[in-house]
């Protein structure tokens, strides 16, 4: 029970206040239980759970038995021309073992992003396959490339990403299928699922997710237990996920968990 000076301090503070403060707390420690909010910053234990449950809510925290843990955000994505560079053994081997898994004959999507490139400059020696892309870097990629036909997706340029979004653009995709989508991501976790930071582009990537009979998602290990700001999807719908073998090893094991096809390049 709160003493006199405890219940000062929790009416001193506003709500706003108190939970930023938890906040920065949990991501100095990483790990708390509500007893040690509850003595850090003198709430009651149904305050404390009331502000963990609204950080969990807006994803700033990840909620636990008997507390919570910290959740590292995905820092801004940078425009695709100054992240080619990163992580850029990891993402040729990704996309290297990712374009393995087309088979002559195939229909595939290919999202836009660096990773999903190096997906098209492996394709390469296939024999009858179908490339559909709203990457304006895939098109140029697999122009003219024997044994790949290419149809490109029309929409809203995003010049930083170099791909076609928007209504024209899920309007298209709603008329195709593929048996394949290769799609990267700024953001995976188990519990806040599939993450972008441009909202714009929330829905075209939607409509990508439908697309195919697969859903073969591609990310190096930065991305993994990130979270980014905008929700795209859950992480159930991914049927393979191919990241490289520095990826964490309790979140791919989380992912097999759930069925999912986790490949290590």
Do not use: W
């Amino acid at each position: 029970m709160l003493g006199c000076d405890g219940m000062a301090r929790e009416l001193a503070l506003s709500g706003v206040e108190r939970q930023e403060q938890i906040l920065h707390y949990i991501q100095s420690q990483q790990r708390v239980s509500i007893e040690q909010i509850c003595e850090q910053f003198a709430v009651s234990t149904a305050t404390a759970r009331r502000d963990l449950e609204s950080l969990a809510k807006h994803g700033k925290v990840q909620r636990i038995h008997g507390g919570a843990l910290a959740v590292h955000e995905a820092p801004p994505e940078p425009p695709l021309a100054q992240r080619s560079s990163d992580q850029a053994d990891e993402k040729r081997r990704i996309g290297s073992l990712a374009a393995s898994l087309v088979h002559d004959g195939d229909t595939v999507f290919l999202g836009s992003g660096t990773t999903v490139q190096e997906i098209a400059y492996h394709l390469r020696g296939k024999r009858d396959i179908t490339v559909i892309t709203n990457s304006l870097l895939t098109i140029n990629a697999l122009a003219g490339v024997a044994g790949v036909s290419v149809i490109g997706l029309g929409g809203v340029l995003r010049p930083s990403e170099m791909s076609f979004i928007g209504h024209i653009t899920e309007q298209a995709l709603r008329e195709l299928r593929a048996d394949k989508v290769f799609m990267g991501i700024r953001a995976i976790d188990i519990k806040h699922g599939l993450t972008n930071d441009y909202l714009p582009e929330t829905q075209t990537d939607r409509s990508i997710l439908n697309v195919g009979q697969q859903v073969i998602v591609v990310a190096d290990n930065t991305k993994c237990k990130r979270i980014s700001t905008t929700f795209v999807a859950p992480v159930n719908v991914v049927n393979t996920f191919i990241t490289d073998s520095d990826a964490p090893t309790d979140f791919v094991e989380a992912l097999r968990a759930m069925s999912i096809d986790v490949l290590l390049a």
